[in-house]
């Protein structure tokens, strides 16, 4: 019996709590090494008008619709399909969810290494006084070397392991609330030294005003994968933590408060680095680098620099190890309570293996980079098809399947905590959910695939 296990789930104590985990899933690296990167690639402020589009038609119904499901169910993402909809295959969503988990997570940890090896030299004080060419050196001596990035992604996977093993309410949830509002705090001081370099307005043209001649069919398919992938929905670690939040938690209103933190933190991040890119002459479309060349270059030039170094990239760490969490306990949800595992055992198989996996990710930037397929790096097939084709079809579904099969009925019984609430905007959240967001994430997707040539 699926409500046989109810009693030994772990839960959020409170509402910042849920607040804190969600938003701390939602804001790591996605915001501040990916976000950046692909905008810069991606032709800068016509790319943030699509992304912020998506985050506000498309990502926060998805993710509504997540915690919607999760909640209800009470399960992992997997079983939750399984327990709302009885020998249908559905299931299959959830399983996809689990499969990307193991593919983000496996990539994901290769870079929240990297903050890592820049924690260490911000330590030993090795960005001050070095120029430009020195820094991109440092970069690329880094990357080349096959053992550091392995060694301090392995190190990051123990050290998510080890707090999921411990649970939802005494690791993270504790952490979070003090460490993101830091991590805010840093990011905005970082911003005005920006703001002060010479050229920096070159930076703010390039991320703020959209050249929509930029936009082709790639950027928006790169724009709807960010959001989703920034967003940490399509993949149901949401299903997941909505399985962990009370009956007495405003669904709604969580969703909205999670997804507007997380792209303010984004936006924040663009204006931090596109200045500095542009006043150090630095390629916005230097693509994965971007951001560890780009920050040490400013902190070797600001008044106070060696301090603020440490705290960001220890902030850093700290975003995606609050994101890294949020990504295994979908695999060790899945594992233990639809295998039967017991938590521990969960969490070392999980990590483990995606350890295994994240190896050839990390290797594939350096020693094995010309291993490609497509043009692409095992990294980089890892990266593409995870965000921009599983999360948005693991989010079309996600929505048919609450706005077809749920239906208005029983998800305005959850939204509103079976009537406590009153639910203004119901009617439009069902419209979205059943016409909006499936028609616009299947024709960006298509477009995005070359399926259809819009
Ligand atoms: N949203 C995270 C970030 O922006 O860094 C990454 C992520 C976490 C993606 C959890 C997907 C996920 F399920």
Redesign the pocket.
Known sequence: MAGGNLPSRDSFSSKFGIIAAAAG???????????PYIAGENGGGAFLILYLAFIFVIGIPVMMSELTIGRRAQLNAFGSFKKLAPGKPWYLVGFMGVI??FM?LAF?STIAGWTLQYLYLSITDAFSGKTQVELTQVYDTFLASSYMPSIWQLIFMLLTGWIVMAGVKNGIEKYTKILMPLLLVIIIILDIRALTLPNSMDGLTFLFKPDFSKITADVVLEALGQA???????????ITYGSYIRKDNNLGSTAISVSLA?TFI?ILSGVAIFPAVFAFGIQPDAGTGLVFIVLPNLFSQMTGGYIFALLFFLLLSV??LT??I??LE?VVAYFSEELKMSRKKATVLASVSIAFIGVFATLSLGPLKDYTLFDKNFFEILDFT??NIM?PLGGLLIVVFVGWYLGKDKVSDELSNQGALKLPLMGIFMFIIKFIAPIAIAIVFMNGIGLLNL
């Open positions: 899933s939602a804001i790591g690296l996605g915001n501040i090494w990916r976000f990307a988990a983000i994901y989703f992938f920034s967003l940490s929905i399509g993949m149901g670690t949401l997380d984004a975003a995606a994101s890294t949020s990504v979908v995870s965000a999360l």
